[in-house]
């Protein structure tokens, strides 16, 4: 049975390994506070607190897909603005 927590660390090494030119990501991924979360298909980031507005599919400038040995694909979502909306556990939909 997998941990039911994910680890963001996971994706910090990731992102280094297969898109190092992306050190962005990386510092972004490095703020995060809570670097375990419950393991979801979906994992949105919050940037602006409890009142922040859903992300819509449009808000997405570009997706990048990142594979795992453990993990299968996981895939990161970006903001046109260039932050991190969250990250796809591909595997583990459904």
């Not at 506070?33 to 409890?50: A, L, T, V, W």
């Not at 819509?56 to 897909?65: K, L, M, T, V, Y």
């Amino acid at each position: 049975m997998r941990n039911p927590y994910f680890d963001i660390q996971t994706v910090i090494d990731l992102v280094k390994e297969q898109e190092p030119e992306r050190l962005d990501l990386v510092e972004q991924l490095e703020r995060i506070d809570k670097k375990k979360m419950i393991r979801r298909p979906y994992i949105s980031f919050n940037y602006e607190g409890k009142h922040a507005k859903k992300v819509d599919a449009w808000d997405i400038h570009e997706s990048i897909a990142l594979l795992d040995k453990n993990e299968g694909h996981i895939i990161l979502d970006i903001h046109k603005n260039g932050k991190i909306a969250g990250l796809e556990l591909t595997d583990q939909i459904p």
